[in-house]
């Protein structure tokens, strides 16, 4: 049988008519009708509010104004379309048809994460950027094992480099490179008496009561996933009704500046390391550069700023089309949400 969504309003002459024709072709087309009220609910408004009523059969749909004619025509479609599924087999088509049939726990949970995941993304994001700066506040207080634990496990998603990182309860909020040439700061060789150029000291160095302690994510993934919560929480004050930005702002604006900055650093530190006149050659195109705090946490907050701009809207876009879907499908067999 035919399962048919009506979308309207309890005060619609139009769609009292809808129904009322619907009613007249049950002989001729039996089918299932769910008729759907989208009043008060802002969603639904937004979707079909100037456009009801709204039919909805298989993968058809018809919209005001229509006539009898029309929902014969459209429902025949229909009928016809699922009779030839049903002769050929289509195994997709059944199981849709079987899944229609009963709410699953899958059902309830997608139902709960669609209109819930922005929380669930902002806590995970909150969680994942505090744990770093909850491993020097336990340094500080002297639980060393558990803020070993967090060094060691954003130890695999983060180079840890102590002078490209933050550092708190010390003289300074950054140690960076003698390269960098920021001045009235502390480089960290002359706080710490490390050689700049080993990376392993510089990333297995911690901090110690004098120059504080440092955060278990560098300056610039700590201004990416900063910036990404930031929108997260904006995103959901605005009612997720943010549209996302062009994907070429995306390029220009969030990949650009962070590739060219990092790229450049680390492009010309590698040059520098080698002999030969070739790469003394190659080193004139790229010179050796050590970025600052300032553009890490610029290019990083513009990466992330971006990236969630471009995409949590996408996500809310489809989010959307899950909940209208299981909107039907709860009408349909009067279940309550």
């Not at 087999?89 to 139902?111: E, L, V, Y």
């Not at 819930?116 to 950027?129: A, G, Q």
């Not at 590739?259 to 390391?273: F, H, N, R």
Request: hydrophobic share 45%; charged share 20%; net charge neutral.
């Amino acid at each position: 049988m035919l399962k048919v969504t009506l979308f309207g309003r309890k005060v619609c002459h139009l769609c009292d008519e809808a129904e009322a024709a619907l009613e007249s072709l049950q002989d001729r087309f039996p089918h299932e009708l769910a008729i759907i009220d989208i009043d008060g609910n802002t969603e639904l408004e937004a979707a079909y509010g100037i456009e009801i009523p709204v039919v909805e059969v298989g993968p058809y749909s018809l919209k005001a104004p229509f006539d009898k004619r029309d929902l014969a025509m459209t429902l025949g479609a229909a009928r016809d379309r699922a009779s030839q599924l049903d002769d050929v087999g289509d195994k997709r088509h059944m199981k849709r048809m079987q899944r229609a049939q009963n709410i699953s726990g899958a059902d309830r949970f997608t139902w709960w994460f669609s209109r819930r995941y922005m929380l669930v993304f902002n806590i995970f994001v909150f969680l994942y950027i505090g744990l770093p700066f909850l491993a020097p506040v336990l340094m500080r207080s002297g639980a060393t094992t558990p803020a070993r634990a967090i060094y060691t496990l954003y130890g695999g998603l983060c180079h840890q480099l102590s002078y490209r990182s933050f550092f708190l309860f010390g003289e300074q909020p950054v140690y960076p490179r003698a390269a960098a040439e920021i001045e009235g700061y502390q480089t960290f060789g002359q706080a710490t008496g490390l050689d700049e150029n080993a990376i392993f000291p510089a990333r297995d160095f911690r901090g110690n009561d004098q120059v504080g302690y440092k955060t278990g994510l560098c300056q610039r993934d700590v201004a990416i996933y900063g910036a990404i919560l930031l929108f997260g929480i904006v995103f959901v004050l605005a009612g997720r009704n943010i549209k996302p930005i062009p994907w070429w702002v995306w390029i220009f604006l969030g990949i650009f500046p962070i590739g060219l900055d990092g790229g450049t650093q680390l492009v010309g530190m590698a040059v520098s390391a080698f002999d030969g006149s070739f790469w003394e050659t190659l080193a004139n195109f790229f010179p050796a550069r050590e970025s600052t705090p300032f553009l890490r946490v610029l290019t990083g907050f513009l990466f992330g700023l971006t990236t969630a701009w471009f995409g949590y809207p996408m996500v809310e876009e489809s989010m959307r089309e899950t909940r209208r879907m299981l909107t039907k499908k709860f009408a349909h067999l009067n279940v309550q949400r």
